[in-house]
């Protein structure tokens, strides 16, 4: 997958941490100190359809695809995650016991054109 | 936003870095309180400080990982007991280190033995429960109390041992031993081999106990 840089403009993963110290949460979140929001940003013009981040093979089915359907040029594809990873939280709850719980799908690791 | 500044996925016009920032926190925060379920942030009236709470659940996973002291260490393999139960019975015994320094000057309020019961089938299941101390040599151990369970589902059950742990601190032995003894076709009472969260363990509410102040008569 591709991360963003300043001026990317093609589909790419944009890095976002939020520091529970700066929102005042890390009282009640025990770890980990702060969550990667990280999201999908960037634009997918045909000929991107189908990578970065997945196998060249279904590119290739996607373009065939699009090339055999005769698809309006002017559809783009989406920038979407293709990798995620779950959250592991330690925090108190309402009734200050200690819960750890794992939230699945939290973190985008990458990201790629439908 | 700077004129001519595109977002690149929506066309729209890019968010101030700034404003972009705030929504950007304010949805991660919706996005992990609705994960959580929760309506809001809970409010922690007495946080513990941090560096105890992390001391503490380290050296909870550092025991589990090498001595393990709240695991069932499988003594159960084929264990007789001559002149205990029928000669078909097995045991199996969990042993429970208390750390030093809860053993000294702590006054024990409560405590309690939760076990989780794995049943081989239908129907009850005579279980007995020996909480063992060390005697005063130290070399062997003496039945400090014995209870007799029937064991109907599989679930978790409790069993008071406030006193047994209490005799034991004021021993000045910070360790509990408990003994299962059970039919030999039952064939392990506990959740053996599933991940930690069936282990056995025993809560304690404990007073420090205050040096006695000298009543000035």
């Known amino acids: 997958s591709i991360d963003c840089r300043g001026d990317s403009r093609m589909c790419c993963r944009q890095e976002f941490f939020v520091d529970f110290k700066e929102i005042g949460w890390e009282d009640w979140i025990i770890q980990p100190e702060g969550y990667h929001m990280n999201y999908c940003a960037g634009l997918c013009p045909l000929h991107m359809a189908g990578i970065p981040g997945l196998a060249a093979s279904f590119h290739t089915a996607v373009l065939n695809l699009i090339k055999a359907n005769s698809a309006d040029a002017a559809m783009d594809s989406c920038c979407v995650p293709t990798q995620r990873r779950p959250l592991s939280l330690l925090y108190y709850d309402q009734h200050s016991n200690i819960i750890k719980t794992d939230i699945p799908d939290m973190i985008v690791d990458a990201c790629g054109c439908t | 936003a700077p004129r001519g500044v595109w977002c690149p996925a929506c066309g729209l016009a890019a968010l101030a870095p700034t404003t972009q920032r705030d929504v950007l926190i304010a949805l991660a925060k919706q996005s992990i309180l609705s994960k959580l379920r929760l309506s809001d942030r809970p409010n922690i009236t007495q946080p513990m400080p941090r560096g105890a709470l992390l001391t503490a659940l380290h050296r909870m996973y550092a025991q589990r990982t090498d001595v393990s002291p709240g695991m069932p260490r499988d003594d159960s393999t084929s264990h007789l007991h001559p002149g205990m139960g029928s000669s078909t019975s097995r045991s199996v015994c969990l042993h429970f280190h208390f750390t030093q320094e ?52 599989a679930g978790w059950a409790t069993l008071d041992v406030g006193q047994a742990v209490q ?51």
């Open chain 2, 102 to 153: 809860l053993a000294g000057s702590t006054e024990i309020l409560q405590a309690t033995l939760y076990l989780f019961w794995a049943v081989p089938g239908p129907g009850t299941h005579p279980v007995t429960v020996r909480l063992l101390q060390p005697d005063p040599t130290g070399l062997n151990t003496t039945v400090a109390s014995e209870t007799r369970l029937e064991v109907q589902r």
């Open chain 2, 167 to 217: 005799s034991l601190f004021s021993q000045g032995s910070p360790r509990l031993t408990v003994e299962l003894e059970v039919a030999h076709d039952w064939g392990s009472p506990l959740l053996a081999g599933h991940s930690d969260s069936h282990w056995p363990f025993v809560a304690a509410q404990a007073r420090a106990r205050l040096p006695h102040q000298i009543q000035q008569r």
